[in-house]
């Protein structure tokens, strides 16, 4: 019997059996380590009709009780961040040391989130018009729906959670069926930190439970992070129903090295963002691309590097883990299959990686390509894994027009030592995240995160600015109080005197 890994309802976990589950594995050892419950529409009910009775209350408690939450909240997060890391390696496979940095990138949302008196300040005009003020104030939307990607188990979802519940909604977060054990570990920590039961659930599963969110009429908004199909699926579904939704989507990022730029440097830079996380993040380097003539120098220096990582189990002190399961190592090894009959040049060739770790674990080692063309899958496709291409280019006016024809536009950027064409590169690349000698550029929280093109649909980036406007509406009050000059009867459309 492995461990149920259930919902988080009213405070506590589910206690009904649940009639579909699915099976966690450790991605390093290729073991069953938990069975996890996929939620149906009933459950999805259950959840919501517990969410909008503690709203009732929750969007009524003053600024200052729900910033201490938060307060407490970022105080037991912060003492028991090793813990969650351990949980986050056990099930997605990251080394965990890069699982305890997902931790503090999501801590700094948290933070964030603590200025929530001063974030959600309104705007007052005195005397608008004669003897009238108007004032603005922001609420919060209801019942919002949180949906996240196995990449990110703990960050992503403290990208919106921490940022909804201090706006005053109530949320359910419906995490990845791969790794679902680093939500209810937050679950906890909101429990203990003096959230009131039902302001935060969780309800694990699949798509039912992901449609059953977009259906439903009392959830007001969704915020999505995953592939980009099915972002756009999303979108247009919770649209449909009336939603407010931002769905963020998968990434193809690019890396433009010009001949003017330190090539170790760039090459140091290439291969973190290229193989952190075994390639799996949306904000990960896929694309080299090489302005002439630094070709032949910049992959003698990548390959150097990458013959040096070693791969194996995420607690052993490794440079990169396995990928999340059997079939996404399978996907992502064909892709290797793919570049070659395609023609482009294997310089490093991950799949017969010597891992240290468990023979059953799910490896592939680090991968890289040279002279990959534009038309190739190893190219056109988001891989998501340890597989890094190098593409060459004429010049820079040749490197920005691959990139801008990429229809992804989340990440990308420069390596350089020229502050003009830096700053010309900001400008005119099509992306919403730019990095100059900075090869993953993911916005600091008090910054909001998003990509362009088909790396985001909706209009809202998340966390940040952009995310207490996400999480809350906006309501105009206009005040006249009596006095004896109103004027009587006027049917005329009211203007400013
Ligand atoms: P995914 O799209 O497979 O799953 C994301 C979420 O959607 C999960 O909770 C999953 O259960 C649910 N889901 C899966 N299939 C569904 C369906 N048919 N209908 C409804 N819901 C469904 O993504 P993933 O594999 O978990 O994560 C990796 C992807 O996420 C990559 O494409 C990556 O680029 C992207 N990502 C994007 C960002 C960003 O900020 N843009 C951040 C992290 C990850």
Not at 39 to 47: E, H
Not at 62 to 81: G, I, M, P, T
Not at 222 to 245: M, Q
Request: with cysteine; charged share 20%.
């Amino acid at each position: 019997m492995t461990e149920l890994i259930h919902h988080w309802i009213a405070g506590k976990p589910a206690d009904t059996p649940p009639e579909r589950t699915g099976t966690v594995f450790n991605p390093a050892t290729g073991e069953v380590t938990g069975t996890v419950a996929y939620a149906d529409g009933s459950d999805v009910d259950t959840a919501v009709a517990v969410a909008a009775e503690a709203l009732r209350e929750w969007r009524r408690t003053s600024l200052a009780k729900r910033s201490s939450v938060l307060f407490a909240f970022r105080e037991l997060l912060n003492e028991r961040k090793d813990e969650l890391a351990e949980i986050i390696t056990a099930e997605h496979g990251k080394v965990l040391s890069d699982a305890a940095g997902e931790v503090q990138r999501g801590l700094e949302n948290v933070e964030y989130a603590c200025g929530i008196p001063n974030l959600l300040q309104g705007g007052f005009s005195e005397n608008a018009s004669t003897s009238v003020d108007v004032h603005s104030t922001r609420q919060p939307v209801g019942v919002v729906g949180v949906i996240s990607p196995f990449n990110f188990p703990a960050m992503v979802p403290l990208w919106f959670v921490p940022n909804a519940i201090a706006c005053g909604n109530a949320v359910i977060l419906k995490p990845s069926e791969k790794d679902p054990s680093a939500a209810l570990f937050l679950a906890e920590l909101w429990k203990e930190a003096g959230l009131p039961d039902g302001v935060f659930n969780v309800v694990q599963g699949d798509k039912v439970a992901v449609d059953a969110l977009l259906e439903h009429r009392d959830v007001k908004a969704i915020s999505f992070v995953g592939s980009t199909p099915i972002a756009r699926y999303v979108y247009e579904t919770g649209t449909v129903h009336g939603k407010r939704v931002q769905a963020l989507g998968g990434a193809k990022n690019h890396m433009v090295v010009l001949p003017d730029a330190d090539l170790d440097l760039a090459a140091d830079a290439a291969v973190s963002a290229g193989f952190g996380s075994a390639g799996e993040r949306c904000m990960a380097i896929s694309a080299v691309v090489a302005v002439d003539p630094v070709g032949d120098e910049l992959v003698a220096k990548i390959a150097e590097r990458v013959r040096e990582l070693n791969v194996g189990d995420g607690r052993r002190a490794c440079d990169m883990g396995p990928l999340v399961t059997a079939s996404h190592r399978v996907r992502v090894s064909s892709y290797v299959d793919a570049g070659l009959e395609a023609g482009a040049e294997l310089v490093v060739d991950g799949r017969e990686v010597e891992a240290d770790g468990a023979a059953e674990g799910f490896w592939l080692g680090p991968t890289l390509f040279d002279r990959v063309e534009t038309g190739m899958s190893i190219y056109t496709d988001e891989i998501f894994g340890p597989v890094l291409s190098v593409l060459r280019v004429p010049d820079y006016d040749a490197a920005l027009d691959v990139i801008n024809g990429n229809p992804y536009g989340n990440g990308t950027a420069i390596f350089t030592e020229s502050g003009g064409a830096a700053r010309r590169f900001s400008e005119e690349v099509e992306v919403g995240m730019v990095g100059v000698n900075v090869p993953i550029p993911v916005p600091v929280a008090q910054f909001s995160f998003g990509g362009w093109k088909d790396s985001l649909f909706g209009d809202s980036h998340a966390y940040g600015p952009d995310g207490i406007r996400f999480f809350t509406r906006t309501k105009v009050v206009t005040t006249r109080w009596p006095d004896p000059s109103h004027g009587g009867v006027n049917l005329g459309f009211p203007q400013s005197s």
